[in-house]
């Protein structure tokens, strides 16, 4: 059957529509079900996108599924975009989730997408940074990443707010439910951290419920639980179980997918399963069975269901899980702990469970004396230092020397043009070898422990970690991401809980290649701008 466009996103009159996702999360305490949905590549009348309209339609039927969630270009890889399917799905009365990545389009069209969704009825929307591109049609695709997650978060809680327009009207408003993804499965403690701090960063900015990404360690979820209780962050969240195989647990272990932990330990289980008779089937649906008995146990709101599995995956998945019955969990909640020796844990472990207490680790608190951290400040690199120290003599606005500088810089805008190309020549020359300036003229420099976003980091985040490292390097380079280097930095001066703080950071391209000095001065850049949006909130 193929899809009749006039036809498309309209609900038949024969279609019953299954309970908002905003409904079962907000007003029942329904442990929900969701089953994460990958598009083809080509359009949708061809026998890959039948394939995969057919397969949605499957899933769409159960009545134990609850909604679906569909991707937008996973992996970096140009697919069919999620609206497309999802169309089809709401004309069966299926919720949807439309995944939205900020990796393919600027501000500017992510706003004009989002117009585009509301206009169609999509409300459901997981807000996301996105997978580095891959290479595809003539090449490797220029990533966009002009703004991320929190500042797609950010931007579409205005238009439910209602914008205004360029006269200065409010337009209507949208009606998104908002949600966003914690990669909560890091090794150490310098991802980890600023994971949780990001997460707080995007319900702070409108995420309404929250997707964990995939791992194969349940005293990390049970610790994600457990952080957000501790920090009064009353968000759903949703419990990922991905549906293994030797072949995505081998991906997986390689770093081929971004955010995604596999051990070694884990890889020769699936391999060892893998050469029975069922080829491992048994296992894997056991080891996901597991997971989402677990997760309802430790007081998620949700699984979502990933991999390549049919409805009859899902189904048996389900009947496994309830068979451990109410506290069945607890028995193999041991069962489902891969991480590695050094594995950071924010918490001290629970020995009758094999997951954790609420008792913060004695590790975590002994690292954060006045003693550990004075130690620790000389280890951290002299130009950091000095950078600092320049920061507050002279940047920062309570700065003794902010007010002089201010008032030098106005006298320059109104001095020859030969004046101002040096002292702009003098700028970018000493920034250049100290930091690997990139002229954007919008700094973020002292929000990052003086690490540029522009040079330093693949996708230019400047409201926090992607992600996609992997034992603390960077998914696209092989170097250290550099919010794990911030929070190093940060951390022997008390102020790596706090490195999030602040509002939104939107880079402003109009001021690329310009004295980013003379904007801070001047208040031109995003330290002196209002908060995007909040400038007409009454």
Same mark, same amino acid.
């Given at each position: ?71 937008? !270009?996973? /992996? $970096? ?5 999620? &609206?497309? %399917?999802?169309?089809? *799905?709401?004309?069966? =009365?299926?919720? #949807? ?114 997707? !964990?990404? /995939? $791992? ?5 979820? &049970?610790? %994600?639980?457990?952080? *957000?209780?501790?920090? =009064?962050?009353? #968000? ?117 469970? $094999? ?184």
């Amino acid at each position: 059957m193929s899809v009749s466009p006039a036809s498309a996103g309209k609900v038949t009159a024969d279609a019953p529509r299954k309970p908002t996702l905003r409904h079962l999360l907000e007003d029942t305490d329904r442990f929900l079900v969701a089953v994460e949905l990958v598009t083809s590549r080509g359009v949708i009348s061809d026998l890959a996108g039948q394939r995969a309209l057919s397969h949605a339609r499957a899933l769409a039927e159960s009545p134990r599924i609850d909604v679906l969630s569909i991707t937008d !270009n996973p /992996a $970096g890889n140009a697919m069919l975009a999620a &609206d497309t %399917l999802g169309a089809e *799905l709401r004309a069966q =009365g299926q919720e #949807v989730i439309i995944h939205l990545a900020c990796k393919d389009g600027n501000r500017n069209s992510l706003e004009s997408r989002g117009w585009k969704l509301a206009s169609e009825g999509f409300d459901n929307i997981l807000a996301l940074t996105g997978d580095y591109p891959k290479p595809g049609y003539g090449g490797m695709a220029r990533p966009s990443f002009d703004i991320d997650s929190v500042g797609l978060l950010s931007m579409y809680s205005d238009m439910n707010r209602g914008l205004r327009d360029v006269k200065g009207r409010r337009m209507k408003a949208t009606n998104f439910f908002l949600g966003a993804v914690v990669t909560n499965h890091k090794r150490y403690e310098r991802e980890v951290i600023p994971q949780y701090l990001k997460l707080r960063r995007k319900i702070e900015n409108g995420a309404r419920f929250i997707i !964990n990404q /995939a $791992g194969y360690d349940a005293r990390k979820d &049970d610790e %994600l639980v457990r952080w *957000l209780a501790l920090s =009064g962050l009353q #968000v759903p969240v949703i419990a990922n179980v991905f549906l293994l195989s030797l072949g995505a647990a081998r991906a997986f272990n390689a770093g081929r997918v971004p955010g995604v932990v596999v051990t070694d330990e884990l890889v020769a289980l699936a391999e060892h399963y893998a050469g029975s008779a069922d080829r491992g089937r048994s296992f894997f649906l056991e080891l996901a069975a597991k997971q989402v008995a677990i997760a309802r146990g430790v007081g998620f709101r949700g699984a979502y269901l990933g991999g390549k599995l049919d409805l009859a995956d899902c189904e048996e998945i389900l009947a496994r899980a309830e068979a451990f019955g109410r506290d069945g969990w607890k028995q193999v909640a041991g069962d489902v702990g891969f991480g590695y020796p050094d594995e950071f844990y924010y918490f001290e472990r629970d020995d009758t469970t $094999g997951l954790s207490t609420s008792e913060v680790s004695g590790a975590l608190l002994a690292s954060r004396t006045k003693a550990a951290r004075r130690h620790a400040r000389l280890r951290t690199p002299i130009n950091y230092r000095t950078s600092r120290l320049a920061h507050w003599a002279v940047f920062d606005p309570e700065a003794p020397l902010f007010g002089a500088a201010r008032r030098f810089y106005s006298a320059v805008e109104s001095a020859p043009a030969p004046a101002r190309k040096v002292l702009r020549a003098a700028e970018h020359f000493s920034k250049v070898p100290l930091y690997n300036c990139k002229d954007c003229g919008d700094c973020s420099l002292p929000e990052i422990a003086y690490l540029c976003p522009e040079s330093q980091c693949a996708k230019n985040q400047r409201n926090g970690p992607c992600g996609g490292s992997h034992d603390g390097l960077c998914e696209v380079a092989e170097r250290e991401c550099i919010w794990a280097r911030a929070y190093e930095r940060l951390k022997p001066y008390g102020e790596e809980i706090s490195m999030l703080d602040g509002p939104v950071v939107f880079n402003d391209y109009a001021l690329r290649g310009t004295s980013a000095w003379a904007n801070t001065f001047l208040g031109r850049d995003h330290t002196a701008r209002p908060a995007a949006g909040q400038e007409d909130v009454k």
